[in-house]
């Protein structure tokens, strides 16, 4: 029997048809799969975008604590400069010997801070605070200071740097200063407590921490700046108070406000200025007062500062007769 010839398979031609087959799997298969120097990239594209990322959460993060640093100093501050202002408001002449309004600049190291962006440097003033007020059959007693804790004794001073905590003081005793028996206390008692006080955090509540500035300036009927006693009586024969430049500590202001019986200031300038939370906890954090000193001249960015100018609705127009 014959056999067509197309019916003829040799096993030659079947093995070169498997072989073909073969090398095109192979084939497909190379074209499927990656490169090192692929792979190397992707990893590369992949790190970047991470690094990315963490760089943006990290910067986020970073502006989102510095807004809440910022709220709180500011919230801090703010309340703190309404309650003084409130306060003083109130202020009373009380028509006795004794001090109605005390402002005095006390003896301390000036702390100057370079401004950013510029050879000029601010000067920050601390004060202490003292002024009477009424309420009914009242006086009341209300002072500020700013001082250095020690936190084993409790003991206040002041700061070789100029930076402390804000502390008020407020006492009482009744109006009428009648003789008679038992403890009779007077403005002037109140005024020796204030500065009793000073020297120890259990006399005084703490207010506001990380407190640079701290200042006061009087102003007569007129809106004028009081720089010296005759702008209090302007006739010069009433002896209602003391005025006194500065001329160590902060030389150009004014280092001492004594206003006494029927006088008190028209309206008062207050000036708060305070560190950020961060920059507070790390000048508490250095071991000594230069190194404190050095740290805190560079931080006037760091610093916010509150002015609020408070009418004294008590004044006595004839004491600036």
């Known amino acids: 029997m014959k056999l067509p010839i197309a019916d003829c398979r040799l096993p030659i031609a079947a093995a070169e048809q498997r072989a073909a087959l073969r090398a095109s799997h192979s084939a497909l298969r190379n074209s499927l799969a990656f490169s090192l120097i692929e792979i190397l990239v992707v990893v590369a594209l992949l790190s970047v975008i991470i690094l990315g990322l963490m760089a943006m959460f990290t910067q986020t993060q970073r502006v989102f604590r510095t807004g809440l640093a910022q709220t709180d100093v500011q919230e801090g501050g703010r309340m703190s400069a309404e309650m003084i202002s409130r306060e003083l408001s109130q202020t009373t002449p009380s028509y006795q010997s004794a001090l109605n309004f005390y402002a005095e600049v006390p003896f301390y190291t000036t702390l100057f801070q370079s401004l950013p962006g510029s050879s000029s440097v601010r000067t920050n003033v601390v004060e202490d605070l003292f002024f009477l007020t009424r309420q009914n059959q009242l006086w009341i007693g209300i002072g500020y200071f700013v001082r250095k804790t020690d936190p084993g004794s409790g003991a206040l001073s002041l700061s070789p740097v100029g930076v402390g905590t804000l502390y008020r003081f407020e006492t009482n005793c009744p109006v009428p200063f009648l003789p008679g028996s038992g403890v009779r206390r007077t403005p002037a008692d109140m005024f020796n407590e204030f500065r009793n006080a000073q020297a ?10 990380g407190v640079v500035h701290f200042k006061l300036r009087a102003y007569d009927t007129n809106g004028n700046w009081i720089v010296k006693d005759r ?4 006739s010069g024969l009433q002896n209602n108070s003391d005025v006194r ?17 029927n006088a008190v200031p ?5 000036e708060v200025g305070i560190l950020e939370n961060r920059a507070w906890e790390h000048f508490k954090a ?23 100018r408070v009418a004294i609705r008590n004044v006595d127009p004839i004491a600036y007769r």
Do not use: C
């Open 231 to 234: 702008d209090v009586s302007q």
């Open 245 to 261: 430049e500065s001329t160590g500590v902060a030389p150009g202001e004014i280092g001492r406000y004594y206003f006494f019986s």
């Open 266 to 270: 028209a309206s008062v300038e207050l």
């Open 286 to 308: 250095l071991p000594n007062a230069a190194a404190q000193s050095n740290y805190v001249a560079g931080l006037a960015g760091r610093v916010h500062l509150f002015r609020q």
């Open 200 to 209: 120890s955090e259990f006399r005084a509540a703490k207010i506001l921490d």
